[in-house]
């Protein structure tokens, strides 16, 4: 049966009280600390700032750890990926969301940690900013690597290079970065049947609805107490659906 567990508190502080060996796939959202056209600008910030639009009617709470600039955030990110990979059985994967500014950054920081980078997933939204004069910013990207070589499947599985998915809207948003449920649900088949998965960043809880419905089990970390609180009752009721 599928269980989980959510951790109050900062992710380098409680990823080693988690056991070694012990998951089967990381899959993280980490504040991605992008945008902000200077150093004063990038400091003063908020997430909200950054990534709401002004005339939203929602109120969205904020959250903490988006104004690292590239150098500290690289630090920053290599350091929770290591005690990821230290959480990891061998072959789990690592699948880590970033955006076209810190996609270099993001993948310096898998690599140093010890991952083994396998590749890059995009991540389609069709509903996304228009750039005028210029491309619409419909995709992020989602980093793959691997303690190893990756899981071998008993039954072998055939992922999408590419997924597709809009945040979700209107009562159904409530975080600001929100990833949809179903471009999860994809992701996590990565992690081997009845597996873990573990999220250092773990939000409104997304990942762990996702890994529920796909039958594993997991473990978040969140530091804001508001969505540690609204992710243990989004997998609540998540735990109560029958998976599919």
């Not at 995009?122 to 750039?131: A, D, G, L, V, Y």
Request: charged letters at 20%; aromatic letters at 8%; proline letters at 7%.
């Amino acid at each position: 049966m599928s269980t989980w567990t959510i951790h109050d508190g900062d992710a380098l502080a409680v990823l080693p009280t988690i056991q070694t060996a012990s998951v089967d796939m990381v899959l993280a959202d980490p504040p991605y600390n992008s945008g902000g056209r200077t150093n004063a600008e990038r400091g003063q910030q908020t997430a909200r700032g950054k990534y709401v639009s002004g005339d939203v009617g929602h109120q969205l709470a904020d959250f903490p750890g988006d104004n690292r600039d590239q150098r500290s955030y690289t630090y920053w990110l290599t350091l929770v990926l290591l005690e990821c990979l230290r959480a990891a059985k061998l072959g789990a994967s690592a699948l880590i969301f970033t955006d076209f500014r810190q996609l270099p950054a993001t993948s310096d920081a898998l690599q140093a940690a010890g991952w083994t980078w396998r590749g890059i997933v995009p991540w389609h939204k069709p509903i996304s900013r228009p750039q005028r004069d210029g491309f619409r910013r419909e995709c992020e990207y989602i980093l793959w690597g691997s303690n190893g070589q990756p899981h071998r499947h008993a039954e072998p599985v055939y992922l999408p290079g590419l997924v597709k998915g809009s945040q979700p809207r209107g009562t159904g948003r409530v975080h600001i970065t929100q990833k949809p449920v179903d471009v999860l649900r994809e992701l996590v088949r990565i992690c081997p049947p009845g597996g873990t998965v573990l999220d250092p960043f773990t939000g409104s809880g997304s990942t762990g609805v996702a890994a529920l419905a796909e039958g594993r089990s997991f473990i978040g970390v969140e530091l804001t107490k508001h969505y540690a609180a609204v992710a243990r009752q989004r997998l609540a009721e998540a735990l109560a659906q029958p998976t599919s």
